[in-house]
């Protein structure tokens, strides 16, 4: 008599476990916005623009309007 | 200190989507989400006009205005960014942006929306810059590697323009000034009709007097 109790019980724990995974929730904790780094400031150099070397605002700067001038095609052309 | 813009010059746009397929490539943007894509106007008639639209990065962005857990922020340079540890992936900024620049993945059991994904400038977001944790959230950071956005730097006509906005806006002068025109193909008056393009508003009839 005991033996099917188990059986059903065991049953209806298979088939709990599997039909509620999706209901697991991640815990959602409030944290506030993250201050973001400088742009001129990189932690990893290997990617770097030919020339470039990171963490001077100035530099940077530089850097921004020479690339963004190297669009400008009247530069090569004209 | 640079104020980073885009503009896309509408008489150089070939609809090529190679902004679209470097954008998605630099950053490994998943499926379903496309941070530019190519508008067409007038598709198909002669004298179609093309653009690259993404985020515009607004000087008063609506995103940021509506944003119910403020994840936006601007930095510097003037880009929009956005965490996404913050955000609730809610939709509203969606909703606000008049070019349509938040998308949403499509991930989980139940197809859920994602977290708010969009243009960043190619300057990733809040995380350390260049990291990994940086690039599975936000793709590469190429403003701090001394680049520009991938999209401008490889269109092939180079009619999406992108960097430092006095310097975009001098090369784009330059360009209409040398051609004759095309200082009027993209704007408000394209977009929305010219005010003495459309018929004079008629006056509402009177009202029957009783």
Request: with cysteine; aromatic share 8%; net charge neutral.
């Given at each position: 008599m005991t033996q099917p109790i188990a059986f059903i019980a065991v049953a209806v724990a298979v088939v709990l476990a599997t039909q509620l995974a999706a209901c697991g929730e991640k815990p959602q904790t409030a944290t506030p916005r993250k201050a973001d780094e400088k742009?001129?400031?990189?932690?990893?150099?290997?990617?770097?623009?030919?020339?470039y070397k990171a963490g001077d605002a100035a530099a940077w700067d530089a850097q921004n309007r020479q690339r963004t001038q190297a669009q400008n095609e009247y530069n090569r052309t004209r | 200190m640079a104020r980073m813009k885009f503009i896309c010059d509408a008489e150089r746009?070939?609809?090529?989507n190679g902004c679209v397929t470097a954008c998605k490539a630099e950053h490994d943007v998943p499926w379903g989400v496309n941070r530019r894509r190519v508008v067409t106007l007038n598709?198909?008639?002669?004298?179609e006009k093309s653009i690259s639209v993404a985020?515009?990065?607004?000087?008063?962005?609506p995103c940021m205005a509506v944003c119910p857990v403020d994840c936006f922020y601007r930095t510097d340079e003037g880009v929009v960014l956005h965490d996404k540890d913050v955000c609730i992936g809610c939709g509203y900024c969606s909703y606000a942006c008049p070019f349509g620049a938040p998308q949403f993945p499509t991930n989980g059991t139940f197809g859920l929306r994602g977290k708010m994904d969009k243009c960043t400038f190619c300057a990733g977001g809040p995380e350390a810059n260049g990291s990994e944790a940086e690039f599975e959230k936000y793709g590469r950071n190429r403003l701090a590697e001394g680049k520009l956005p991938a999209c401008a730097e490889m269109c092939s006509t180079k009619a999406l323009l992108g960097g430092d906005g006095d310097v975009v806006a001098d090369i784009f002068r330059t360009r209409v000034l040398n051609r004759?025109?095309?200082?009027?193909?993209?704007g408000w008056g394209t977009a929305y009709g010219k005010p003495t393009q459309g018929a004079p508003a008629q006056p509402l009839p009177k009202e029957p007097t009783k």
């Amino acid at each position: 008599m005991t033996q099917p109790i188990a059986f059903i019980a065991v049953a209806v724990a298979v088939v709990l476990a599997t039909q509620l995974a999706a209901c697991g929730e991640k815990p959602q904790t409030a944290t506030p916005r993250k201050a973001d780094e400088k742009v001129w400031q990189s932690n990893d150099p290997s990617y770097a623009a030919s020339g470039y070397k990171a963490g001077d605002a100035a530099a940077w700067d530089a850097q921004n309007r020479q690339r963004t001038q190297a669009q400008n095609e009247y530069n090569r052309t004209r | 200190m640079a104020r980073m813009k885009f503009i896309c010059d509408a008489e150089r746009c070939i609809e090529c989507n190679g902004c679209v397929t470097a954008c998605k490539a630099e950053h490994d943007v998943p499926w379903g989400v496309n941070r530019r894509r190519v508008v067409t106007l007038n598709d198909g008639i002669p004298g179609e006009k093309s653009i690259s639209v993404a985020c515009m990065h607004c000087s008063d962005a609506p995103c940021m205005a509506v944003c119910p857990v403020d994840c936006f922020y601007r930095t510097d340079e003037g880009v929009v960014l956005h965490d996404k540890d913050v955000c609730i992936g809610c939709g509203y900024c969606s909703y606000a942006c008049p070019f349509g620049a938040p998308q949403f993945p499509t991930n989980g059991t139940f197809g859920l929306r994602g977290k708010m994904d969009k243009c960043t400038f190619c300057a990733g977001g809040p995380e350390a810059n260049g990291s990994e944790a940086e690039f599975e959230k936000y793709g590469r950071n190429r403003l701090a590697e001394g680049k520009l956005p991938a999209c401008a730097e490889m269109c092939s006509t180079k009619a999406l323009l992108g960097g430092d906005g006095d310097v975009v806006a001098d090369i784009f002068r330059t360009r209409v000034l040398n051609r004759g025109k095309g200082s009027e193909v993209w704007g408000w008056g394209t977009a929305y009709g010219k005010p003495t393009q459309g018929a004079p508003a008629q006056p509402l009839p009177k009202e029957p007097t009783k």
